[in-house]
């Protein structure tokens, strides 16, 4: 996959361009993806995505639900083959025209555009659907309103699976992301208190603007840099039994029958299903029970 983050002429020389901001690349951005996939592969056309980034404290409706490098991951795995994705500030204060002149026609090259019904553009988000299609109407350019994605009767959305995600609801924000939450962070030292008590964890810090699931114990499914894939149970919260702090919230996972070094990689961390709210422990020995438990379910789980 092409990944540019500057807009300027010629990425492509024709494309069906995917348009949103795909926050969670799920359902609904998929069935955008898959329309202009389909429409690229029959008019022997590139599939390209445009999308942008957004300072790590900033966002359009809420937290970020996935990494930069996740959504890039999961946009290549929908069929994407180029993706323009520049900062917002970059083309912000672009008009509605001079957004379909520079980026979809200069840039990629676009014959025809795919978005759902609820796409804006343009400074100050001037553009609608009905606009896209009559300025690309004047340019050639087909223009694909595609309907939005429902599961279980509602719209599924950005804000939908970050309501999901603040519950604990695994099943259902996995369903609609079409693939398991993750997070993919470096492995830091920490206080050295699990392999010290007989259970070592990684120890992963979200970073600033990535939405954090509830805190709790959760059934986690782990893979490491050369590919492995192990069961885990994932801690995710401010560790009660051994830290007065409640603001310092960390993400522990405890990978069963793991003895080697992971300091300085990026484990992929699948959260699969919520098991039970952070607490504290009276004594180490009922934190150890706990842990051991988790790990059980995380095994039973997988191994069903």
């Not at 980034?53 to 994407?80: F, M, N, V, W």
């Not at 555009?113 to 050639?140: E, I, Q, Y």
């Not at 810090?205 to 590919?227: Q, W």
Request: glycine share 10%.
């Amino acid at each position: 996959m092409q990944w540019e983050t500057q807009i300027r002429p010629g990425l492509c020389a024709q494309s069906a361009v995917a348009l949103g901001y795909f926050d969670g690349v799920h359902l609904g951005h998929r069935a955008v993806l898959s329309a202009a996939r389909a429409w690229a592969q029959g008019h022997g056309a590139a599939t390209a995505v445009f999308t942008f980034t957004l300072p790590p404290h900033a966002a359009l409706k809420g937290a970020h639900i996935l990494q930069d490098e996740e959504k890039r991951s999961r946009l290549s795995a929908c069929g994407a083959e180029v993706v323009l994705c520049p900062p917002f500030e970059a083309f912000r204060a672009l008009s509605c025209e001079a957004f379909v002149a520079q980026v979809l026609c200069g840039a990629l090259g676009a014959k025809a555009v795919f978005c759902g019904p609820n796409f804006t553009f343009g400074s100050g988000r001037a553009g609608d659907a009905h606009l896209l299609r009559k300025l690309c109407a004047a340019r050639g350019i087909e223009v694909h309103v595609v309907p939005l994605a429902c599961w279980q009767g509602q719209v599924v959305s950005s804000t939908r699976i970050r309501a999901a995600l603040a519950q604990g609801d695994m099943p259902a924000v996995n369903v609609m992301l079409a693939q398991p939450y993750a997070v993919s962070l470096p492995v830091r030292h920490g206080r050295g208190n699990g392999r010290q008590w007989g259970f070592p964890t990684i120890n992963q810090v979200y970073p600033g603007g990535l939405l954090v699931p509830r805190e709790g114990v959760y059934i986690s499914r782990v893979t490491l840099a050369d590919g492995t894939v192990h069961p885990g149970a994932t801690g995710l919260g401010s560790r009660p039994t051994v830290n007065d702090d409640a603001t310092k919230v960390t993400c522990e996972t405890f990978i069963p029958g793991f003895t080697g070094d992971l300091y300085g990689t990026d484990p992929v961390v699948e959260f699969h299903a919520y098991l039970s709210p952070s607490k504290k422990f009276d004594t180490l020995d009922e934190l150890r029970e706990c842990i051991d438990h988790a790990a059980q379910r995380a095994q039973e789980y997988f191994a069903e």
